[in-house]
């Protein structure tokens, strides 16, 4: 183990067996991976939420492409019934668009098998997920509210746009370019690679993952500590496709503002651009400091947060001197 693995270890506690920890600032990148056996830093984890942020550079580089428009509305490129077809992706890409959390009518009965036994809750494909729109409502007077059925509408809006499916551009577009081997997104429990970490719970049960073609834009992204300081680094100095999703363009909750996904805002006194993430046995978060030139990534395969330690990560590597 790592000095940053074990000081990442302190942080976190006891409870939190296996994790994956990079850490980026000017004069070097670091990763460690702790409890994932032989496969080390190229084990990979789920991002969950994180997968958000990821889908904002997507739709940012589809508008810098031409393939999109800030207009441009899901009706455009998805089969959505008529009260969700006038909906602005640049809306979705900001949460301002009035969905709601999630669509379905059996939220409950999935929420309760995600607890109860650790099912996978979003397991449907594409045509799943737009089967389920007919019932769902827009808010008259939108207000920034979070939304995974927004952020799954826009990514694979986006896809329809590039013609492919989402896995694939998110293939295309961010991982062949920065070189991430490890970063994929799984639509079934086949896809999973056998450098797949286990989901664990609060009670340290293996779980399932969350596999899915329709989740994968709003938390099915995949990826590894290598791959994870490569994308930090990439974020710090924007050479990732779409980087001006990084930058906050409208308020969101507190004061927080939020660019394309990304969230900016003050955690420990300075200004972060990040994203967490949780699913049924994944905590993640994913962050930059570009006043400091620090970025720090950290999962766990835990359902225990890991907000604080990475945001005192990114505070200590932001006062070296």
Known sequence: MSDLGARAGALLGPRHRAYVVALVTPAAAEVDAVGT??????????????????????????L??????????????????????????????????????????DVLRRSWELWREGRNPYREDLAGLLAQLDGVKVARRPRPAYSNLGFELLGHAVAAAAGMPYADLVAARIAVPLGLTDTYVATSVEDLRPGAVAARDRRGREVE?????????????????TDLAV??????DRTVAG????????????????????????????????????????????????????GVALVSASTRSVDGAAARLLAEAGDRP
């Open 37 to 62: 056996g032989d496969l080390g830093v190229h084990a990979d984890v789920e991002l969950g939420s994180v997968s958000k942020g990821v889908t904002g550079l997507l739709w940012r580089d589809a």
């Open 64 to 105: 810098a492409r031409g393939e999109l428009a800030e207009g441009t509305v899901l009706g455009e490129h998805l089969d959505v019934p008529e009260q969700l077809a006038g909906t602005r992706l640049s809306a979705l890409a900001t949460h301002s668009a009035g969905l709601p959390r999630l669509a379905g009518v």
């Open 209 to 225: 993952a969350w596999t899915g073609e329709a989740v994968g834009p709003a938390g099915g992204v995949r990826s590894s500590a």
């Open 231 to 236: 994308l930090l680094g990439a974020m710090l």
């Open 243 to 294: 980087a001006d999703a990084l930058d906050p363009v409208a308020p969101f909750a507190g004061r927080m503002r939020i660019g394309a996904g990304w969230l900016t805002g003050d955690l420990l006194r300075r200004t972060v651009t990040w994203h967490n993430g949780g699913t049924g046995g994944f905590r993640s978060f994913v962050g930059i400091d570009r006043d400091h030139g620090v």
